[in-house]
């Protein structure tokens, strides 16, 4: 079955940076485009950046262009999220998403927090 599983949280100062990764299994990666949601305490989630399946489309929220960066290793069958220049507004958990034969399917999310 397809899974997706985050890694790379945790508590980083203002400024700081991480990088997350989401290790993807039970369907063919490279035929897939990839996303990076958050969502905060108290607020909905919200899709951060995508990734077409070659790693040639890139697409960001306002919030993060210019800071973060996706991409992928195709045959790792990984993807990335490296954030830069973190704020205090970043902490959330972050989530690994894929929509395969219909269906979406979330990882279980790793927390990043940003604080001195």
């Known amino acids: 079955q397809v899974q997706l599983v985050e890694s790379g949280g945790g508590l980083v100062q203002p400024g700081g940076s991480l990088r997350l990764s989401c290790a993807a299994s039970?369907?063919?990666?490279?035929?897939?485009?990839m996303r990076w949601y958050r969502q905060a305490p108290g607020k909905e989630r919200e899709l951060v950046a995508s990734?077409?399946?070659?790693?040639?489309?890139?697409n960001y929220a306002d919030f993060v262009k210019g800071r973060f960066t996706i991409s992928r290793d195709n045959d790792k069958n990984t993807v990335y999220l490296q954030m830069n220049s973190l704020k205090p507004e970043d902490t959330a958990a972050y989530y690994c998403n894929a929509r395969v034969w219909g269906a979406t399917y979330w990882g279980q999310g790793t927390l990043v927090t940003v604080a001195s």
């Open positions: 039970g369907f063919t990666f490279a035929t897939y485009a």
């Open positions: 990734i077409g399946r070659i790693g040639d489309s890139t």
